[in-house]
């Protein structure tokens, strides 16, 4: 009796269905919370952070290293091309020495200053503008022109280095020499720093040493290598990130995001409460951190510790590759910003489930009390009439199944009735039904069908974008690492002809001396006979401009392939269409040249609204396409023309064409008629997708007398959303 006193309550059916339903909704809920909180844990702690940490700290040391590398080399190769300009260091052509260490300070970017020295340590030569074409004060500059290195002890360790024949370097400080020269007091404190490479000159003839070169850097260049980590940080929601670098020592810092006058553009969110410049500051004696300083002692790869007091935090260490600097690399990040999205989880999904749990609660109790109340009128009723009461009936005051229930029980004899005819009628429309039914089933999947093929279609074409995007950054950095080579033989060309002219003018008025005899002057005239000297001399004019040509063009492919990498495909910008076709020309000219021919007919039209890089990207599919077709040689024809608020481009060639049955389908995804292994199918399929997005037309068709023309219309104006 005590047991069935104790489960009584069971027995009503509305506690049951609460009970049931409120655990079979709280079990799931406290299981998925439990399991989110857990397998977000797992992701963000533990080991997972420090590699992500230590692979940052070792990608900037690389990007770090990669420079100083380049730099090295490029500081080598401009040593050892200028005493083959300059070979005496004659003070007479020292005008013609500072332009061209203008030209280089400008055209690299990264100098504040440049100095070419004799072996006595006297400044030959220095540049007068600063790294962006600005002339430096010349109260400053010109006194400095036969100055004496000794004066600034940095430099003149690096002179007397070099003067032994070896390269040298000097790390992180704070030149004097630069200070003298440049007004960056009220800069960041970056700009205040350089480091100096140094490169012995020598005689191109006795290979004796001359001079000595030395390039003094701003250190501004390489700590924007550190901040760019910090803003990469940033948009990944982990604003209390940044980079950072020790000397070699592991002491002092060289390198941080909180410094003095910090230029604007890279504000955290979260800063701690620390000192505003922490440049040259030392670990151990400003800060207390010997145990940060072992560790990277010890070479340990990530390491955990509190800065500022309190503030505990977690950093990757990498020491650079380079030996002869000895700096280390460190990415650190706050612990609340490493589990603040696990913390904000945590307290989302406790909230969502008492939220859910109640309203689980709510809606159970009323559901509940919907069934139970109507089935205990009905059971009441069904015992009256087993009673002989044959007159009761339910009492229906729902729509729901069980107010359905009652009103059949109510009416039952002519609800047989009824649910016969209805039967009957079921049976003769089920058919027409069936059918319609089946009519609805297959639009449906037609209607599925065409939404897959669009989602594949996206998402190759995001596909692409992201690799377009990648190369884009590859071409950037080839051309960069084409433009310091070709600086060289671009900046020189000009000096060869001129030395070419001196040398002829020479040679001439040696042979026109009255001094020299008959002999003398058939014994030279063999001599040029034997050399083939007038060939040559006809010849070298020729030769110095097919140099200045090639060079030139070399520089215009370059120059075009930076402009194609740099192109955001997002930004909606007045685009210059035939800018466009002109550098898809000049980047595809491997595929054309000296086999097709082109015949521009470009009319009077205006630039658009859209993105420069998709549609660059249009016309490269198109005239890449074109290319290809002419197996031979052939000609392809650009017509360009406006009319009705909308610029139309015309691509036609005379190449192979398109089978007519093959016009339809030529925009499909996958769709190619070259080749296995010649053609993905993707590039007039995302061609079209480009240009629907820019709400304009791209049609094929077949022209006469053979080939193809594909028809590009681009509205002038692009619909921006209100707002």
């Not at 489930?353 to 009905?378: D, M």
């Not at 037609?446 to 590859?474: F, P, R």
Request: with cysteine; aromatic share 8%; net charge negative.
């Amino acid at each position: 009796m005590t047991g069935e006193r104790k489960f009584v309550i069971f027995r009503s059916l509305r506690v049951k269905l609460l009970a049931l339903m409120i655990t079979l909704s709280l079990i799931p809920l406290a299981g998925i919370s439990a399991f989110s909180y857990f397998i977000g844990s797992r992701q963000i702690a533990g080991d997972r952070i420090k590699l992500s940490l230590e692979k940052m700290a070792q990608d900037t040391a690389d990007k770090i290293d990669l420079m100083l590398r380049g730099k090295k080399e490029e500081v080598a190769s401009m040593a050892s091309t200028f005493p083959l300009i300059y070979p005496a260091l004659d003070a007479r052509e020292r005008d013609a020495m500072v332009r061209l260490l203008n030209n280089y300070c400008f055209n690299h970017e990264v100098y504040d200053l440049l100095l070419v020295l004799d072996r006595n340590g006297t400044v030959v030569a220095a540049n007068t503008l600063d790294r962006f074409g600005v002339s430096l004060f010349p109260d400053a500059v010109l006194p400095l022109i036969g100055e004496n290195i000794a004066a600034y002890p940095e430099e003149s360790a690096l002179f007397g280095n070099s003067l032994t024949g070896h390269s040298s370097q000097q790390g992180w400080y704070s030149s004097s020499l630069v200070h003298r020269l440049y007004g960056y007091a009220d800069e960041d404190v970056s700009h205040r720093y350089n480091i100096a490479l140094a490169e012995p000159l020598r005689s191109p003839q006795t290979y004796e040493i001359i001079g000595v070169w030395i390039s003094i850097i701003n250190w501004f260049y390489i700590q924007n290598i550190l901040d760019s980590v910090e803003s990469d940080l940033e948009e990944l929601n982990l604003s209390s990130g940044y980079a950072f670098m020790f000397a070699r020592d592991a002491n002092r810092v060289i390198g941080h995001k909180y410094r003095e006058a910090r230029e604007p553009g890279f504000p955290s969110r979260a800063r701690p409460a620390v000192a505003s410049n922490l440049y040259g500051t030392r670990l151990i004696e400003d800060h207390g951190l010997k145990n940060l300083h072992d560790a990277v002692l010890r070479q340990e790869r990530s390491f955990a510790y509190e800065y500022p007091p309190g503030v505990r935090k977690i950093s990757g260490l990498t020491p650079i590759n380079d030996l002869s600097f000895g700096w280390v690399v460190g990415v650190g990040i706050d612990n609340a910003d490493i589990f603040r999205p696990i913390n904000e989880m945590t307290g989302w999904l406790a909230g969502v489930t008492a939220l859910l749990a109640a309203l689980v609660v709510l809606f159970t109790w009323l559901i509940a009390r919907g069934i139970t109340v109507p089935v205990k009128n009905l059971i009441d009723t069904a015992q009256a009439m087993a009673r002989g009461d044959l007159d009761r009936r339910v009492q229906v005051d729902s729509a729901d199944e069980v107010g359905i229930l009652g009103a059949a029980f109510n009416d039952m004899g002519q609800a047989i009735s009824e649910r016969e005819d209805q039967l009957q009628d079921l049976n003769r429309n089920l058919e027409h039904l069936v059918r319609q039914r089946t009519s609805e089933l297959e639009k449906s999947h037609e209607a599925l069908k065409k939404a897959y093929l669009d989602l594949q279609s996206t998402q190759e074409q995001l596909v692409h974008t992201e690799k377009m995007a990648s190369l884009g950054q590859l071409v950037a950095g080839i051309a960069h690492e084409i433009k310091n080579p070709l600086n060289f033989i671009y900046g020189n060309t000009c000096f060869l002809a001129d030395y070419v002219q001196k040398l002829v003018r020479l040679l001439d008025s040696y042979e026109r001396l009255p001094s020299l005899s008959e002999a003398d002057r058939a014994e030279i005239g063999r001599l040029k006979e034997s050399l083939s000297y007038e060939f040559a001399r006809q010849d070298l004019p020729a030769l110095i401009d097919n140099f200045t040509e090639g060079a030139r063009r070399i520089n215009n492919i370059v120059s075009d392939l930076r402009a194609f990498s740099r192109m955001d495909t997002e930004v909606i910008s007045n685009v210059d269409i035939h800018q466009a076709l002109e550098m898809s020309l000049n980047l595809l000219r491997n595929q054309y040249k000296d086999r097709v021919e082109i015949h521009r007919e470009y009319g009077e039209i205006p630039k658009v609204e859209g993105c420069a890089g998709k549609l660059s990207q249009v016309f490269m599919n198109l005239l890449a396409n074109a290319f290809q077709a002419v197996k031979e040689k052939g000609d392809v024809w650009i017509r360009t023309r406006a009319a009705d608020g909308v610029v139309e481009v015309e691509i036609r060639d005379n190449g192979v064409g398109i089978p007519r049955e093959n016009l339809t389908r030529i925009f499909e995804p996958f769709f190619t008629t070259k080749p296995v292994g010649k053609g993905t199918g993707l590039g007039l399929s995302i061609s079209y997708g480009i240009m629907e997005q820019h709400r304009g037309k791209i049609s094929v068709a077949g022209a006469d007398g053979g080939g193809t023309v594909f028809t590009v219309r681009i509205p002038i104006f692009q619909e921006r959303p209100a707002g």
